[in-house]
């Protein structure tokens, strides 16, 4: 079983539709958790961290579910600009939490 | 203020040859990271310094791979007797702290191609 597993996609959406995106992960000992964007041939980008009680920043809401070891984001009213691939990433465990675990990435692509 | 940076963008090697991939970390960041991408996948975690001295080193995938970090500062990443399998985006990172919770800032990466 891979650390991180994500839908790959593509997730084809016309603009102002809502999207959700899903994310497993294996290590029980990962302290945490986050989703980053990342552009075409460009660096990933931390989007936002996620947190146990859930977190809102403005379109998106990202969850976590410790005991399901499960991460989601949600898009809102999705814009022509949010089309990226968006990274599910979680901290290594134990001595290891410096590191980054990340997904295969899912990619987004928003149409007019 | 400027943000990570790393040369060069683009490397193309022959299959056997040696090659070093240099980072410059945000100033005053502590932490450096280095991860490598292969096309379609997320960046895959190679190795962490602290400071000068290497924090965890589990990433790397043989002894072809080392990487250094002599003042604390820029890193170099270097690879030997290369192989097509190492082609790939490396990406450097750093953060105030090695820490879970301190965001990572990601460099634009040098994209490395073996032939």
């Known amino acids: 079983r ?6 790959p996609g593509p997730f084809n959406v016309p603009e102002g539709a ?3 995106f899903n994310c497993t992960y294996s290590n029980s000992a990962s302290q945490s958790f986050f989703w980053y964007r990342q552009d075409c041939r460009k660096e990933p980008k931390l989007l936002m961290s996620v947190y146990s009680s859930g977190n809102e920043d403005g379109r998106f809401t990202a969850q ?27 901290s290594g465990g134990g001595g290891s939490q410096g590191n980054l675990i990340f997904g295969k990435g899912t990619k987004l692509s ?3 | 203020g ?6 060069p963008s683009n490397k193309v090697t022959e299959k056997g040859k040696y090659v070093e991939l240099r980072c410059d970390p945000i100033s005053g960041h502590t932490a450096l990271y ?11 975690f190679l190795i962490y310094f602290q400071g000068t001295g290497a ?31 190492d082609s790939a985006v490396y ?17 634009p990466g040098t994209r490395l191609t073996v032939l």
Request: proline residues 4%; neutral net charge; aromatic residues 8%.
């Open chain 1, 2 to 7: 891979k650390e991180v597993e994500q839908d």
């Open chain 1, 18 to 20: 809502t999207v959700a």
């Open chain 1, 110 to 112: 928003v149409k007019p």
């Open chain 2, 34 to 44: 280095w991860y490598r991408q292969s096309l379609g996948q997320g960046p895959e």
């Open chain 2, 91 to 107: 990406l450097c990172a750093s953060s105030g702290s090695v820490s879970h919770y301190n965001e990572q800032f990601f460099g």
């Open chain 2, 55 to 85: 924090a965890d080193d589990s990433g790397l995938p043989n002894d072809r791979f080392f990487a250094v970090r002599p003042e604390g500062s820029v890193s170099t990443l270097k690879i030997q007797r290369t192989e097509r399998g």
């Open chain 2, 2 to 7: 400027a943000g990570v940076s790393q040369t």
């Open chain 1, 64 to 90: 976590l579910n410790r005991a399901s070891q499960y991460i989601s984001l949600l898009i809102r009213d999705s814009k022509l600009s949010d089309s990226a691939t968006y990274l599910c990433v979680v």
